[in-house]
């Protein structure tokens, strides 16, 4: 899951470069709010999750948002 997750983040904000986990991705030139909503619209569709704004906000770094996808994705299962 985690693989699919970075490419989709990638492509999401229209990334090219390696990331890390401990990014901290409101830090990348490609975040802006277009690549917010492109990145939730991403999320939703290829994990069909949703987070809330107020927990959005919340989330500092790659992994963060990784772990908040991935408990959401199992809760659904």
């Known amino acids: 899951m985690k693989d699919k997750f970075i490419e989709s983040f990638k492509e999401a904000l229209e990334i090219d470069r390696p990331i890390t986990m401990s990014d901290k991705f409101r830090d990348y030139d490609e975040w802006n709010s277009l690549g917010r909503l492109s990145l ?6 290829q994990f069909d999750v949703t987070i ?7 989330l500092i770094t790659v992994e963060d948002l990784f772990n908040e996808v991935a ?5 659904k299962n």
Not at 40 to 45: K, S, V, Y
Not at 52 to 58: L, N, R, S, Y
């Open 71 to 75: 408990k959401r994705a199992a809760a």
């Open 40 to 45: 939730i619209a991403n999320l939703d569709d």
């Open 52 to 58: 809330e704004d107020e927990v959005f906000q919340k």
